[in-house]
């Protein structure tokens, strides 16, 4: 039996499908039919609003939002008093629940007063960003009000419900109020509050040790402070030198090199339970896998052999072995580096918060090194470079022509940065402060900086060793920019750019927009427009399972200029966007997008819009 039939079959229990002798012709859509002259509703429909409901509250609960929840019946009195203790806005001096007129448009006017039941006193300060009715047919009036006040409201219909009021809710839920059901609506809301809940406490939670360590670097400030003044020279990827000629030349450059690749950004904004770099990007393609395969091209391409150093943390080995198997008996020697004694580390990305560091204060990205005599082996075995991946920007190159400047002008330090939208190509050599340098990858910022910090850098080992054997690792003041001497950054392309963090990206990623080949991601040239489009899809898609189930292939998006979704909206196959395409789906209703459609410049509501 699949877990579809078992979930209607617990709604049938509930006697959700009985509908009332009358229903109303907007209510047709619902119903499956008469039977005994009562109106019998669509289970199915029953199920696919009250997930769009739970996925609004869900949305909302993030982000603190207020919520009331009315009843005038007291046959579910019982059921609200445990759900309102469960979520915690239970009072235990008030046994009463609120049941008043006027609620909203006079929420500034604290009354006492007695209704049919009981003596309550209400006085609001704030009004709530949500209402949920269960017995909407003795609450017109509520909805009406919050009509007036535009507050969305989550109510059960039924089918005789009359027009004026079915407008006015905005995620109407189609069911037989029966108790039963009503236990099992309430205890679905529960429990969405208190999943969101959770994950708010432990962003909380993340937030305070932020906090905390943020309370612990205040002395660091002025010479954060100071950094901002320091000019670092940025050159243009154009002026460097071509890779010798001769190969044996280029093998002998590579041999000299190492990647170390941190594994540990989490996609928990995603709902994955596991790193970024395992998501399959394209074609089969996780950011590991393209990564591996750049390097087995360029050992395969010139005979050389560069290493892959992965650090792991704790939570995110098993899911990289996963990917490590495909590569048993591939060129490219693997390993794998776990937190020692020294710790764990903070990554680029594994924070909901969006601190602005300088690349030049990430002293913790060499204690991986230390671990079992790595940097010391790496040297002994003639290794000079590494090229350090901190976050998942699936359009990273590993580049042997940064490697060749690099060694040619004897650098310690390289950072990769990418001019932002708003800012000139870097065209010539060119100072920059490093407060111009957005190592911040939130896409809202980005617009402050001139530069933007792709967060892979290039680091002499010599330089490395020189740093750690004076024990600045042990130093809280720490900063690698004194240890560094001749530190630069390459201006690189702006497609060399794509950090992985939602599924909008995910989006682009797997449309024509993009190919990869042996691990490099290339922009399809049919692409007329620089930019590319912008992607906004609603609450329905944000998790990576919701993401991939509402396609059957991701749409042709070539000639596309943005894309809005919102609702229960799902995918056909070989459907084409163009232009600026918005679509909205109504509250009860299941918008499926048939296959083969092209959408041009349109809002789409319902499938006549189509």
Known sequence: MTI????????????????RRVAAHHFKGYTYGFRNKMAIIDSDKTLICMRS?????????RHNARFMFINTNPLFDDIFNLMTKKVGSYSSSTSSLWRTGGFLTNSYSPKKFRSRNKKLVFGPTQSPDCIVIVDTDRKSTVINEAFKLQIPVVALVDSAMPLDVYNRIAYPVPANDSVQFVYLFCNLITKTLLHEKSKVAAAAADSREEALRKGKSKSKSKSKSDLDKVDITVVPYTSLAPLPEDTEETKKLLDKFVVLKFNGAQGRNMDLDGPKSAINIRDGQTFLDMIINQIEMLNSKYGCSVPLLLFNKNDTGDSSLKVLEKYSKSSVEVHTLKPGESGELKLSGEHSSKEEMHPFDDVEVFRPLMTGGTLDSLLSQGKEYILVLKSDNVATIVDPNILNHLMINDIEYCMEVTPNQSFNL???????????IARNQDKN??????????????????????????????????????????VIGVSVPESRFFPLDVTSDLLLLQSDLYTCREGVLTRNPARTNHLNPVIDLGPEFEKINDFQSRFKSIPSIIELDSLRVRGDVWFGSNITLKGQVTISAKPDLKLEIPDGVTIENKEINDPADI
């Open 4 to 19: 579809h039939s078992i979930v209607i079959q617990k709604l049938l229990s509930t006697n959700a499908q009985v509908g």
């Open 53 to 61: 409901a739970f996925n609004f509250i869900a949305s909302l609960a």
């Open 445 to 486: 910022l980005k617009n402050n900086f001139k530069l933007i910090d792709t967060t892979n850098m290039w680091v002499s080992l010599r330089a490395i060793k020189r740093f750690v054997d004076a024990d600045e690792l042990k130093q809280e003041k720490s900063s690698v920019f004194k240890f560094f001497g001749n």
């Open 426 to 436: 870097v065209l010539t050599a060119m100072k920059f402060k490093l407060g111009e």
